[in-house]
């Protein structure tokens, strides 16, 4: 799997523009030592390569939602007929759940090649 598939992760919670994901991509100590306050975890916890690579980080790795559709041999939640289910209800993070809701419509209506840029797009800082 190249390294832009492994960031399509099935929750539709975009890992190309994720914390962990960049601070890890780019050896940034200090963003990931920001980051162990977030996290509850270790500076040397903070790693990551996308939900579909072979380094997960620890807390994704156990998600229910990745489980879930990995299960149903599907790509993401953008393919599910339960979209909303329990699982997107529960999500432990307000903040993320708002984002899920959005971004797995956004999926299914452009694919994922289209819905990737525009993730990267919302989330890029001109400065
Ligand atoms: S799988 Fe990794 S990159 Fe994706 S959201 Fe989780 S921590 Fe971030
Ligand atoms: S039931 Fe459907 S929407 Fe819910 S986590 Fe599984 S694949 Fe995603």
């Excluded at 890992?15 to 963003?31: E, L, P, S």
């Excluded at 299960?71 to 939640?77: A, D, N, S």
């Amino acid at each position: 799997m190249d390294d832009r598939k492994a960031l399509a992760a099935p929750c539709g919670l975009y890992c190309g523009v994720c914390g962990v994901y960049i601070a890890h991509r780019d050896g940034n100590t200090k963003f990931k030592e920001r980051l162990t306050t977030v996290y509850g975890v270790v500076v040397d916890g903070i790693r990551c390569r996308g939900c579909l690579s072979e380094e997960v980080f620890t807390y994704c790795r156990v998600c229910p939602i990745r489980t879930c559709v990995s299960g149903k041999g599907i790509e993401g939640c953008h393919q599910c007929h339960d979209f909303p289910c329990r699982f997107i209800e529960e999500f432990p993070l307000p903040v993320g759940k708002k984002v899920i809701l959005r971004s797995i419509p956004t999926w299914r209506d452009l694919g994922t090649e289209r819905w990737m840029d525009e993730e990267e797009r919302r989330y890029h800082c001109p400065h």
